[in-house]
């Protein structure tokens, strides 16, 4: 297994995309999805 090291600008960088596909899909369905498969990937490897 390996672990996940977000850097600052990694987080930053990631928070602004989910914002991105909100504002421009006019729907958080796509960025909830997004969330979904990151947080997917963190639990296995934890």
Do not use: G, H
Not at 19 to 41: D, G
């Amino acid at each position: 297994m390996f672990q996940i090291i977000w850097s600052d600008e990694a987080q930053v960088d990631y928070i602004n995309t989910i914002n991105y596909w909100i504002e421009n899909n006019q729907s958080e369905k796509y960025a909830l999805k997004l969330v979904e498969e990151v947080e997917k990937k963190r639990r296995i490897n934890l």
